[in-house]
């Protein structure tokens, strides 16, 4: 049988065999009472009559849940003494139970967990007890002869020879793999995911959750932890600096930052120059060498605080238009006062963030709003200024029904940051509604009468097409065809009535005088 590779959530189970016994195996240890034999070692005997017990250990280490596994033969020497000949084992000094002594051979086994322990087999009296074979299951550098599955918590290596540990973060309920956990979800062990506790959050698959700082608006929650995370965080154009975020607008340069526990003396500041008088001018120096050389005076910044006390206001979101999976609308209005003076009056500033989806840099979109005067007043957009969402906020969308069963979908009517309602499948009635029908039988009832009308109207026509048609023949041949005896109705000239035999030979019915033409 070849070897082939244990499959995924499992790793192999490796077995080491001890039945050679030419000398001591590695980690085995006898206190002089066992003796070597090569396909055996034994203790016991009349040799051992007066003696110490014999003992003999083993320490293994088990890299994962196993058994250790013994093959004795007892043999009886001499006479037995029940209170003196006794063959025990133990495991980590626990004794496992008392071996039988009677003269046969005996296979024995007992479950080990992962770890280090230590084995011992233990002789007293007369008896002879042959050690033939030890398995030892679980540990590292025997061969394989199965594959366990992995405990939880961990998972197969990628050549499937063992199991290994979580990374922190990620959980393995059955072995069979380590995965983060889900949304607002933390790993407990590696083994199990558990829900955030009420104010925290865990969006980026760590193995905690972190607080969440939330404004209750007037209708809305907002996110604010996420709101001072877009804000610490440059945008592509823009470096960080120890003051913050900087961004130069027009000939001004200005900071934005925002700590994370909401204490920062200031959300903006202005970066200014603190020696304008003097910066960039050039100085002699190195005049010791009989020539000048000049320096350039370097430009020193402070930077002035734009408000230090603020606050957070709800922006009304207008929900008319809005549409279906609306991205933008709404925000947080930012407003710092009681900042450094500016000229004489001190600073404040106003920063509109405004809810957008599509937006996750948003410094991507900022801008000034007038003049940049003392007064600062910034636009921005970020998809973390959007409320969080709730259920009201979604809609649910039908399919159509076809064999008993339809989708459904659910869409946003505000922008919003979350997850609505999962998608998925009902059941749904394939016939037709009793509105459907109604309509359906008053139209087959129009169709009747509409086509009842056209019958009648039809018959009318043709009725009176057969009375002309009628007319026409009896003007043309003079005599009724409607008539089945076609009595004749011609008048001579003097008003008389002619000969009915006569005239009905003259139009050819009885063969006789065929060439008359009949009058008009």
Request: net charge negative; charged share 20%.
């Amino acid at each position: 049988m070849s070897c082939e590779r244990c499959p995924q959530g499992k790793e192999a189970v490796e077995e080491v065999f001890y039945e050679y016994w030419y000398r001591w195996p590695k980690d085995f240890i006898s206190n002089g009472g066992w003796v070597l034999h090569e396909d055996y070692t034994f203790a016991g005997g009349l040799q051992q009559e007066n003696r110490t017990a014999a003992q003999l250990t083993h320490t293994a280490f088990f890299r994962q849940a196993g058994a250790v596994n013994f093959t004795y033969e007892a043999q009886e020497v001499g006479l037995t003494d029940p209170e003196k000949d006794r063959f025990d084992f133990f495991m980590d000094g626990v004794p496992m139970g008392l071996m039988d002594i009677r003269p046969r051979q005996y296979t024995v086994q007992f479950p080990v967990s992962a770890g280090t322990h230590t084995f011992m087999w233990n002789l007293r009296g007369t008896n002879k007890v042959l050690l033939h074979r030890v398995i030892v299951i679980g540990v590292d550098g025997g061969g394989s002869t199965s594959c366990a599955s992995c405990p939880p918590g961990t998972e197969s290596t990628s050549d499937r020879a063992a199991c290994q540990a979580c990374t922190p973060g990620l959980v393995s309920e059955d072995g069979m793999g380590c995965e983060a956990c889900g949304k607002n979800h933390y790993a407990v062990d590696a083994k199990v995911c558990v829900p955030c506790p009420a104010g925290t959050e865990n969006t980026d698959g760590s193995n905690y959750c972190s607080p969440v700082k939330v404004l209750d608006g007037e209708k809305r929650k907002y996110n604010l932890t996420k709101l001072v995370t877009a804000f610490n965080n440059p945008g592509p154009k823009h470096t960080k600096t120890s003051q913050g975020i900087e961004i130069q607008i027009g000939e001004r340069s200005f900071a934005f930052a925002l700590s994370r526990g909401f204490q920062t003396s200031a959300l903006v500041s202005e970066k200014t120059v603190t020696n304008p008088g003097t910066a960039g001018d050039e100085i002699p120096a190195g005049g010791r060498y009989g020539r000048n050389q000049t320096c350039m005076i370097e430009t020193k910044y402070k930077y002035d605080n734009a408000g230090e006390e603020m606050k957070i206001e709800e922006i009304p979101l207008e929900t008319k238009d809005l549409g279906a999976n609306p991205s933008k609308g709404g925000g947080l209005l930012l407003t710092l006062s009681r900042g450094d003076v500016c000229t004489n009056i001190p600073y404040s500033t106003e920063v509109y963030v405004v809810c957008d989806l599509d937006v996750e840099d948003m410094y991507s979109t900022i801008d000034s709003n007038g003049d940049l005067s003392c007064p600062l007043s910034f636009n921005m957009s970020s998809m973390h200024a959007c409320p969080i969402c709730t259920e009201k906020d979604f809609e649910k969308s039908l399919s159509s029904c076809k064999n008993g069963e339809q989708t459904y979908s659910y869409y946003k009517t505000v922008p919003c940051i979350g997850d609505g309602p999962s998608d998925g499948k009902q059941s749904c009635d394939s016939g037709y509604s009793p509105t459907i029908i109604g309509l359906m039988s008053a139209a087959i009832a129009v169709a009747v009468l509409v086509a009842g009308g056209l019958g009648y109207y039809f018959y009318r026509l043709r009725k009176k097409y057969a009375d002309v048609h009628s007319k026409y023949v009896i003007l043309r041949d003079g005599y009724d065809k409607n008539a089945f005896n076609l009595v004749p109705n011609h008048l001579d000239a003097d008003n008389d009535m002619v000969d009915e035999k006569q005239e009905f030979d003259q139009v050819g019915h009885t063969g006789v005088n065929n060439n008359l033409e009949p009058e008009v």
